[in-house]
């Protein structure tokens, strides 16, 4: 059975960085394309980055230059490094490989 598991979410300050991670079982990382989405308050669920099994890698607009999405395929986790955060990331950040989510992980960004 696949599962992920997201972890490494909390409370940061702008300008600060967290770096999440997405341990999958059941499943590998190297052969599937590896996603993380957002979804904040109100708003609809959006795609933040995804690697796919050669190593590319895509990025949401407003993420593209702070965020840096790669894979440890040893582990199967997929990581997503936050850096130069802003108020407006935050949201619940959610991982998915093909048509599997996790729970998620709840990162705030305030002052």
């Known amino acids: 059975q696949v599962q992920l598991v997201e972890s490494g979410g909390g409370l940061v300050q702008p300008g600060g960085s967290l770096k999440l991670s997405c341990a999958a079982s059941?499943?590998?990382?190297?052969?599937?394309?590896m996603r993380w989405f957002r979804q904040a308050p109100g708003k609809e669920r959006e795609l933040v980055a995804f690697i796919t099994p050669s190593g590319g890698t895509n990025y949401g607009d407003s993420m593209r230059g702070r965020f840096t999405i790669c894979r440890d395929t040893a582990k199967s986790t997929v990581y997503l490094q936050m850096n130069r955060l802003k108020p407006e990331d935050t949201a619940v950040y959610y991982c998915?490989?093909?048509?599997?989510w996790g729970k998620g992980t709840l990162v705030t960004v305030s002052s």
């Open positions: 998915k490989a093909v048509n599997h």
């Open positions: 059941g499943m590998s990382t190297s052969v599937n394309v």
